[in-house]
Structures are given as structure tokens and as C-alpha cells.
T-cell receptor, first 115, second 117 residues
Framework: AQSVTQLGSHVSVSEGALVLLRCNYS??????LFWYVQYPNQGLQLLLK??????LVKGINGFEAEFKKSETSFHLTKPSAHMSDAAEYFC?????????????FGTGTRLTIIP | DTAVSQTPKYLVTQMGNDKSIKCEQN?????MYWYKQDSKKFLKIMFS???????INETVPNRFSPKSPDKAHLNLHINSLELGDSAVYFC????????????????FGEGSRLTVL
């Protein structure tokens, strides 16, 4: 079964500093990997996805993630944090057996931006 | 226009009651889902429907009964509510692979917060 582990349930960074949110996956087959963001009292929206094309994936709002097979990682980064980045971030892996239907989410990382 | 809309947004009820949450999507997608997010923000899939047909049922108690009258609607009915059912329930939709969609591209509603007293 596919799974993802997000290290750090809470991350705080200063405005303008580097954002690094960690995600490691476990999969018996080449995975599809995603980052979703959830702003307060809202649903989740897709930030970016890896679908076996380029290993460095760029998403919305200046975020990017790099797929590293040797480290089974898909960490999310942003060079310079903005106050509007404060949200909950979820890493997810897709179960290929179900096509695009079944996502398994990590437990989330709450990102706080310090002014 | 909201792409995936859920009603009600908030629901407070007593143990033992029956309640429903409705979901509608206007994206023309053919697959819809219900996810449950618990108090620790953990998200878990409950059901998935493709063109009104159930394709995923993740060992959810049979007190939970999804109903899809058409591919744009997926409602969730819960019987005999228990304290542990308190959570935020998210509806989502996507387009089936092979019709231009990339895997895992789900569109979520804003959630329905259910509180069971």
C-alpha cells in the first residue's frame, strides 16, 4: 500500500526566509505525488504534482518540489516565504491501481509565517 | 460560480440523529468523492463514485450511505450519528483518466463541519 510521511506537523519560518516542508513516500511502484494546500476554513487545492516527467516540478505561488527516488522524497520548497503562505500543506500519493481516483494523504504540516 | 459546493457548511446535531450532506459540482467531472478530515487534520477517503457507480468504499460503517442521483451530485447520509462522526467532510470531484485529466487532480469543496453532541 502507498503511504506518505510528513516530517514536522508544524513549521515556522520568517517572512522572506526559505520554506522547506518534508515528505517521504513509500510505494511498490513508481508513484504519482502531489502537494495540496488548505487555507483556513477552505477546501484543499492542488499546488503541484509529479507524474513521472521532470523530477523538479514547479507549482503555483512560487512553490516547487523535487522528486528524489534514491531518497524516496518529495520535499516542497519556496525560496522566500510570504505571509499569505500560512496554511496547512498536505503531501499525497496516488494509488495507480485506481487511476487518479484514490489519493492517500499525509498528516499535514501547518506552516506559520513570522512577520 | 463555485465549482464544488457542499451544504450545509456547519451542522450541529445530537447523537442518534440522522443527517445528510449534499454536494454538487458544475465542472462536468464524472468522478466524485467523500473525504473525512478528523480533528488532527488527517484526511481519509470514504467513497468514490464514477458516473453514479460506487467504485471505492473504504471500510466505512454502513451507517454512512452515499447516493449519487446523477454524475454532478453526490450526497452523504449518516444514520444514528455517533460522537466519533464529528469531523469535517469534504466532497471532491475529478475527471476520469483518459479524458484529459492528470492523476490526482481533485477539486475540493469547502467542507461541511459536523459536530455531534
Amino acid at each position: 500500500a502507498q503511504s506518505v510521511t510528513q516530517l514536522g506537523s508544524h513549521v515556522s519560518v520568517s517572512e522572506g526566509a526559505l520554506v522547506l516542508l518534508r515528505c517521504n513516500y513509500s510505494s511498490s511502484v513508481p508513484p504519482y505525488l502531489f502537494w495540496y494546500v488548505q487555507y483556513p476554513n477552505q477546501g484543499l487545492q492542488l499546488l503541484l504534482k509529479y507524474t513521472s516527467a521532470a523530477t523538479l516540478v514547479k507549482g503555483i505561488n512560487g512553490f516547487e518540489a523535487e522528486f528524489k527516488k534514491s531518497e524516496t522524497s518529495f520535499h516542497l520548497t519556496k525560496p522566500s516565504a510570504h505571509m499569505s503562505d500560512a496554511a496547512e500543506y498536505f503531501c499525497a500519493v496516488s494509488d495507480p491501481g485506481f487511476g487518479n481516483e484514490k489519493l492517500t494523504f499525509g498528516t499535514g504540516t501547518r506552516l506559520t509565517i513570522i512577520p | 460560480d463555485t465549482a464544488v459546493s457542499q451544504t450545509p457548511k456547519y451542522l450541529v446535531t445530537q447523537m442518534g440523529n440522522d443527517k445528510s450532506i449534499k454536494c454538487e459540482q458544475n465542472l462536468g467531472h464524472d468522478t466524485m468523492y467523500w473525504y473525512k478530515q478528523d480533528s488532527k487534520k488527517f484526511l481519509k477517503i470514504m467513497f468514490s463514485y464514477n458516473n453514479k457507480e460506487l467504485i471505492i468504499n473504504e471500510t466505512v460503517p454502513n451507517r454512512f450511505s452515499p447516493k449519487s442521483p446523477d454524475k454532478a451530485h453526490l450526497n452523504l447520509h449518516i444514520n444514528s450519528l455517533e460522537l466519533g462522526d464529528s469531523a469535517v467532510y469534504f466532497c471532491a470531484s475529478s475527471q476520469t483518466l483518459g479524458q484529459g485529466a492528470l492523476p490526482g487532480e481533485l477539486f475540493f469543496g469547502e467542507g461541511s463541519r459536523l459536530t455531534v453532541l
